[in-house]
């Protein structure tokens, strides 16, 4: 059974920092695509980041320059450093793991991050 688990989120003022995690079981972690993804109320789920097996990373314009988007293969955890918090950041984050075959696709229940301004 696939398994996505994120922590990390909460409440912070603008300007501030968090960092999530996100571990995986009953995957072969190292050979997924890993992502995280928000949806903020009243809009669309939308790509925050991803990084590749082979650690190849892309962001969206929003959070280029103050997140960063890491794994751990050996602890099967994702990770996402997100510096210099906006209030417009605030959603719900949510991991994503992303197999070679369309079917290998599994997300995370999210965690709630809460920018204040």
């Known amino acids: 059974q696939v398994q996505l688990g994120e922590s990390g989120g909460g409440l912070v003022q603008a300007g501030g920092s968090l960092r999530l995690s996100c571990a995986a079981s009953?995957?072969?972690?190292?050979?997924?695509?890993m992502g995280w993804y928000r949806q903020a109320p009243g809009k669309q789920r939308e790509l925050v980041a991803v990084i590749t097996s082979g650690g190849d990373t892309n962001y969206a314009d929003s959070v280029k320059g103050r997140f960063t988007i890491s794994r751990d293969n050996a602890k099967n955890t994702l990770y996402l450093r997100m510096n210099s918090l906006k209030p417009e950041d605030t959603a719900v984050y949510y991991c994503?793991?992303?197999?070679?075959?369309?079917?290998?696709?599994?997300w995370g229940q999210g965690t709630q991050v809460t920018v204040s301004s």
């Open positions: 994503n793991a992303r197999g070679i075959r369309p079917t290998l696709n599994f």
């Open positions: 009953g995957i072969a972690f190292s050979i997924y695509a």
